[in-house]
Nanobody, 115 residues
Framework: QVQLVESGGGLVQAGGSLRLSCAAS????????RDWYRQASGKQREWVAF???????AYADSVKGRFTISRDSAKNTVSLQMNSLKPDDTAIYFC?????????WGQGTQVTVSS
């Protein structure tokens, strides 16, 4: 079993920054690939960023250049540094990983960006 717990969400003004964390526990390697997704109210969940087991990263066009995904293997944590936040970034942010072909999701953390 794998558990993912997101934290770090909150309310921030446009142009501000937040750092989200996704802590993993259970039967999961500290270098397991991990994604961040987000879901705004009334919209479908969308992919945001990804980090591979060897540290390669990828980003959605909407966040490229503003968000940075990183890993702290010692803490089995993946973070999402979000800079230059926009009201359109308002959403619940979820962490996801896949272990032996099964996907695991965290409960999400709310990010609200005021204009």
């Amino acid at each position: 079993q794998v558990q993912l717990v997101e934290s770090g969400g909150g309310l921030v003004q446009a142009g501000g920054s937040l750092r989200l964390s996704c802590a993993a526990s259970g039967n999961i390697s500290s270098i397991n690939p991990r994604d961040w997704y987000r879901q705004a109210s009334g919209k479908q969940r969308e992919w945001v960023a990804f980090i591979t087991s060897d540290g390669n990263t990828a980003y959605a066009d909407s966040v490229k250049g503003r968000f940075t995904i990183s890993r702290d293997s010692a803490k089995n944590t993946v973070s999402l540094q979000m800079n230059s936040l926009k009201p359109d970034d308002t959403a619940i942010y979820f962490c996801r990983t896949t272990v032996t072909l099964r996907s695991y999701w965290g409960q999400g953390t709310q990010v609200t960006v005021s204009s």
